[in-house]
């Protein structure tokens, strides 16, 4: 793998790890699944599917962003709204 691809993979796994720390179904369940979904992939050497890979990752960033979104969302609804009837 190459300098840069690496420090885009580096980042990825940084990143995801950070914000598996309030995955709903606890972090060492989503450090588990991170770790295996890295292992799966650690002997792609073609640069142009490390490249997919990391898009893909970026997309699940961006996904679980607005998933701890929503839950912050809803949590300040409920806070401070009175439930329909």
């Known amino acids: 793998m190459a300098d ?22 606890g972090a060492a ?3 588990e699944r991170l770790k295996s979904a890295f292992m799966k ?3 792609v050497t073609d640069p142009e599917n490390i ?3 990391v898009a893909r ?13 929503l839950r912050k969302y809803r949590a300040m609804k409920k806070r401070y709204y009175e439930p329909e009837k």
Request: aromatic residues 18%; charged residues 30%; without cysteine.
């Open 29 to 31: 369940y989503f450090r």
């Open 4 to 25: 840069p691809l690496r420090g885009q993979v580096m980042r990825l796994y940084k990143t995801l790890l950070y914000l598996g720390r309030e995955y709903p179904q």
């Open 57 to 69: 990752g970026d997309f699940v960033i961006k996904e679980l962003e607005a998933l701890y979104f």
């Open 51 to 53: 490249q997919k890979l």
């Open 41 to 43: 992939n650690k002997d």
